[in-house]
């Protein structure tokens, strides 16, 4: 039987896929008494305290998707990752699409929905603000003090790490060794199975490409 995959799912897990994230509450999840305890010493806020239990009732599991995905090679039939790739840096994506193509079956689809740089560009250029330009990338600027420092050791880093638009995206999955790599319309997918994937999450701002595993 071969398994869909959403990597990176956040609160947006799809039912009867399995579903992975790498956030710090997947782990603590697993020990809600921890969790809670570090909610106690503020190194956990209320909303990610509420995230651990989302985690717990959704069944999510924890993977570093750029190191490894826990699945066999040539067991998956479709791969999904929105807004996920653009946190990573340039050697991690391509690990992590290296890892998509050996557990892929031939065959096989990656779907990766992301923020659209061209999209953020032009909006740049139309309003002239560029505070809010760099506000809308949400690349790690600013360097936590006090508390916040103990709580990104803790997390890890959850702002942008690369942007793509459609020509570079392409580029970097082609060079992982897909083929038939385009992008999407809204809504329109090559998996054969969707389910109740979400073809119209984050829709209107976000960029779709699609490719299959040779």
């Not at 040539?74 to 391509?94: N, P, Q, T």
């Not at 020509?167 to 790599?181: H, R, Y």
Request: with cysteine; glycine share 8%; net charge positive.
């Amino acid at each position: 039987m071969t398994l869909r995959l959403n990597i990176g799912c956040g609160r947006s897990p799809t039912p009867d896929w399995i579903n992975y994230d790498n956030s710090l509450a997947v782990r603590l999840a697993r020990v809600p008494v921890l969790a809670r305890l570090l909610a106690w010493f503020g190194l956990i806020d209320p909303y990610g305290l509420e995230f651990v239990d989302f985690c717990r009732h959704h069944r999510i599991r924890s993977a570093n998707a750029a190191r490894r995905i826990p699945q066999a090679a040539g067991s998956v039939e479709a791969i999904y990752a929105s807004h996920m790739l653009e946190h990573l840096d340039r050697r991690e994506a391509r690990s992590f699409l290296a890892e998509c193509r050996r557990v892929l079956i031939p065959g096989g689809v990656l779907r990766v929905v992301l923020p659209d740089l061209r999209d953020a560009a032009f909006n740049y250029l139309r309003s002239g603000d560029a505070d809010a330009f760099l506000r809308h990338l949400q690349f790690d600027l600013d360097r936590p003090r006090g508390a916040g420092r103990l709580r990104l050791l803790l997390s890890g880093g959850r702002g942008h790490r690369w942007m793509y638009d459609r020509d570079s995206l392409i580029s970097l999955i082609e060079a992982a060794g897909f083929v038939d790599v385009q992008a999407m319309a809204e809504g329109q997918t090559l998996i054969r199975r969707p389910g109740k994937l979400d073809l119209h999450e984050r829709g209107g701002d976000s960029l779709v490409v699609e490719a299959r595993n040779p």
